[in-house]
């Protein structure tokens, strides 16, 4: 399985970005998918996930402007990020808990795509 991110770049505070993490191979599935992030200086976080059924979760910091969304047909998760502050510059990690048959699930991770917000 690989995890293929997109969508990073640089924006104005306020501003806004989509983020998208496609995820390829055969004779899987998927269960979680989701978004942690690595600002400078700082461990990684998860910054929300959404389950195959379409529950979510946020980090605090985020609730109310990012929105996690998916397409299972397409095995792609994307991340709406609106009004961006600066603190949430950082590297955007994508990940998918993947199952197959008679295996244990197994959490994959995307390249990392990067966000910068200025001021």
């Known amino acids: 399985v690989q995890l293929q991110a997109s969508g990073g770049g640089l924006q104005h505070t306020g501003g806004s970005l989509r983020l998208s993490c496609a995820a390829s191979g055969s004779g899987f599935s998927i269960d979680d998918m989701g978004w942690h992030r690595q600002a400078p200086g700082k461990q990684r976080e998860l910054a929300a996930s959404i389950t195959s059924g379409g529950s979510t979760n946020y980090a605090d910091s985020v609730k109310g402007r990012f929105t996690i969304s998916r397409d299972n047909a397409k095995n792609t998760v994307y991340l709406q990020m609106n009004s961006l502050r600066p603190e949430d510059t950082a590297v955007y990690y994508c990940?998918?808990?993947?199952?197959?048959?008679?295996?244990?699930?197994?959490?994959?991770w995307g390249q990392g795509t990067l966000v910068t917000v200025s001021s």
């Open positions: 990940h998918a808990r993947v199952y197959r048959l008679g295996q244990a699930p197994y959490l994959y």
